[in-house]
């Protein structure tokens, strides 16, 4: 019994104190929490200036509702859309393993690029070759005004080729 006696005082001793302050310490003034009602929209806000306190009104905006503009998605003519060219398709079959293959592509080149980042010192040699080949993109194609017509005219050949207008 004088072992727990003794124990507990030994736990009290070692606990420390906390003090309790009561004060506000604190080098930041103290403000009134924000009251948003819907028919005001501005604050008055007092700013100290050389002459003395001055009210400033300050302007409070907030998101317009969906009635008074129309950048919403209609999702329904979105699922439309889209069921009717899906309903356009003849080889389904062909677009649905296109598309898998393209998740399989993703999905190994995350792969490849954790194991490449994962070898020391080779991830800062492919920031550098892809430095090197940005700059030499922009010099041959971006910095003279030639060039950029000759890049114009490939992307534009390229999208003829894509589309199967050519």
Not at 78 to 106: Q, S
Not at 144 to 150: A, D, P, Y
């Amino acid at each position: 019994m004088a072992m727990t006696v003794a124990a507990s005082m030994a736990m009290a001793v070692m606990v420390p104190r906390v003090p309790s302050v009561s004060a506000r310490c604190s080098a930041v003034p103290y403000l009134p929490p924000r009251s948003f009602g819907r028919s005001s929209f501005t604050v008055p806000v007092k700013l100290l200036s050389g002459n003395g306190l001055h009210k400033v009104e300050l302007m409070k905006t907030r998101a317009s509702s969906s009635d008074e503009t129309s950048t919403a998605i209609d999702t329904n003519e979105l699922f439309t859309d889209l069921k009717e060219k899906w309903d356009g398709l003849e080889n389904k079959t062909t677009v649905i393993i296109y598309g898998g293959g393209a998740i399989v592509a993703v999905w190994l080149s995350s792969i490849v690029v954790g194991a490449i980042n994962s070898v020391p010192l080779l991830p800062k040699v492919m920031e550098l070759v892809g430095l090197g080949y940005t700059g030499w993109f922009v010099y041959r194609y971006l910095l003279f005004k030639s060039s950029r017509k000759e890049l114009a005219e490939d992307i534009d050949s390229l999208k003829k080729k894509i589309a199967g207008t050519e």
